[in-house]
């Protein structure tokens, strides 16, 4: 005996009546269970109601897969109103993931056989929606006999249907290019809309089927231009544009027929030329044609004159007060940069006002299409944009607008002063958001501008005196403060203001680095090292530097700990040879290609083996230890020493190497300090005093090694 349950419209309202989700659940959870014993008694009657009261539980979030089989039997059914019920199920019910549904292949195949078309159209819809590719091999013929079956309403299914095939299968591909060239003759749009889709499938899975059908270029052509030409029409016009789909549809096909084939492009440059001029973009339908137009002609081998319209097309759009088409036209101005910079460059003033658009995505895209307009003639202009936008566009922009303008000026800078300028005021505003090579370019740049060192030096000074809270700034401002203090103290800069600076300001303003919370230990790293260069360059006592470095040899962070040990055993024990170590860093010059690193790699591998292999004279050693130490005797030259597996304590302790130094590495090269090495030179060997400074490729020593170095007699 079947249990009575609700009806379908019952079940809705009573669902809809529940108050709280718990009542909800209580109804479906007692429907469901009638359900169950509708199916289990097999009442074939009143199945397919029952199925139909479960999809709707379906779509309401519950399980519904008991009522799978049940859609396979009424599919089996000759009656139409199971057959409805049933291929709807099993739309919603069953996927490819389930071994279930290659078990309608049978009753699919059967139904698109019969001449009902009501049947067949339920049939390909299923098919075409549920399809897996053992059901497309099975089922392909069939619907390969449906495309060009008589009656609209079944092949437009069949041709949507076949595309869901071609996406599943491409291997298909040449059952379906004989009927595509007959159903282009088609005037139902309906049909013409998937036929057109269905070609494009074809095109791009298949070369054979691309190059077979540019043969058709004209006739799409014609189609278009009918359609363009076309008037009103109450069946297919939306907001005055004749079928804006079909439109759409076309352009897209001729945009992959035209790519890369001349005569294809040339077919459909008056035709393009047509829909833009003619389009209404009032509505949104129009504007959705023209953008249309537009990437195919930017995808094709368009006309030079065409380009330029589809450029103006999308400045157009620029001044459009829909955000999505600004952005839209931001995007695609963007891909066409490359190819038609000239053409782009006339709309730069728009792109810029889209700077200053409160919508986070349209100033994202205004900032990468500013950033790409950028070149050596509009640097300038563009910069100074870019930096008001840099000082009050969001958070999350300001990584990208910071290092967006470093690269800008790097590339196109007009003067070495100019690019100083530029890269300092972007340290100023968002010094916490460039990238970490920023401090190393700068110092790079400034240690090749040999005029502009006093400019720089004064620059930077009145910035750190201003605000210490920039760390990249900071560390600039110290390394250059340490590199040429004195020239800071002269106040013979004549590009600057006058600016009258004294000894006790700017070891003040080192010390206020030091000590704030704000400076991260590699700034602190840079303030100290600063301090001790300024220990040469000032002409003042140095018992306030040998304070502050004596405080830091007791920092609770390692690495600032052992700078100022060294600095420390530098005042004490090699206080002679202070100012030839701590002169200024050289010249060096970015390196090039990784070709070329190779080349001097090697270089310097046979340089070192052969000065390993050959002694210097004595008498030219001699000279060099005069020259380093004039209250040494007539020292005889030290016999040759094998390497020792404590090279980094002999260096310390001064003690002989006869190992050679490695490339003289600009200060700083990073937080590990490079130039803190200092103090860690080779023993006396044949090279000057500048040459000392090539020791930074010795590891750091640790705390415990300090110590045990510090407990050891000087061996000089």
Known sequence: MVVPSLKLQDLIEEIRGAKTQAQEREVIQKECAHIRASFRDGDPLHRHRQLAKLLYVHMLGYPAHFGQMECLKLIASPRFTDKRVGYLGAMLLLDERQDAHLLITNSIKNDLSQGIQAVQGLALCTLSTVGSAEMCWDLATEVEKLLLQPGSYVRKKAVLTAVHMIRKVPELSNIFLPPCAQLLHERHHGILLGTITLITELCERSPAALKHFRKVVPQLVQILRTLVMTGYSTEHSISGVSDPFLQVQILRLLRILGRNHEESSETMNDLLAQVATNTDTSRNAGNAVLFETVLTIMDTRSAAGLRV?????????????????????????????????????????????????????????????????????????????????????????????????????????????????????????????????????????????????????????????????????????????????????????????????????????????????????????????????????????????????????????????????????????????????????????????????AKESKEAQLSEAALVSTEPPASKLLDLLDLLDSSSGAAQPPPPLEPSPGGTLGHLLDLPCASPAPDIIPWPVGPSFLAAHLLCFPAPCSAGPSQLLRASHLKPLLPSQISECLSVKDCS
């Open 309 to 597: 319209l589809a450029v103006n097309i999308l400045g157009r759009f620029l001044l459009n007060n829909d955000k999505n088409i600004r952005y839209v036209a931001l995007t695609s101005l963007l891909r066409m940069v490359q190819s038609d910079h000239s053409a782009v460059q006339r709309h730069r003033p728009t792109v810029v006002e889209c700077l200053r658009e409160p919508d986070a995505s349209l100033s994202r895209r205004a900032l990468e299409l500013s950033l790409a307009l950028v070149n050596s003639s509009n640097v300038r202009a563009m910069t100074q944009e870019l930096q008001s936008f840099l000082e009050s566009c969001p958070p999350d922009l300001r990584a990208d607008c910071a290092s967006g303008i470093l690269l800008a000026a790097e590339r196109f800078a007009p003067t070495k002063r100019w690019h100083i300028d530029t890269i300092l005021r972007v340290l100023t505003t968002a010094g916490t958001h460039v990238r970490d090579d920023a401090v190393a370019n700068l110092t790079q740049l400034i240690g090749g501008a040999q005029e502009l060192h006093a400019y720089s030096v004064r620059r930077l000074y009145s910035a750190l005196a201003e605000d210490i809270s920039q760390q990249p700034l900071v560390q600039v401002a110290a390394w250059c403060i340490g590199e040429y203090g004195d020239l800071l103290l002269e106040g013979s800069c004549e590009e600057t203001e006058p600016l009258q600076v004294k000894e006790e300001e700017v070891l003040a303003l080192l010390e206020k680095v030091l000590q704030s919370h704000m400076s991260l230990p590699a700034t602190r790293g840079y303030a100290l090292t600063a301090l001790m260069k300024l220990s040469t360059r000032l002409r003042g006592d140095n018992n306030r530097i040998r304070q502050v470095v004596s405080i830091y040899g007791s920092c609770v962070d390692v690495e600032l700990q052992q700078r100022a040990v060294e600095y420390n055993t530098l005042f004490r024990k090699y206080d002679h040879m202070r100012a030839a170590i701590l002169e200024k860093m050289p010249l060096v010059e970015r390196g090039g290609t990784q070709d070329e690193e």
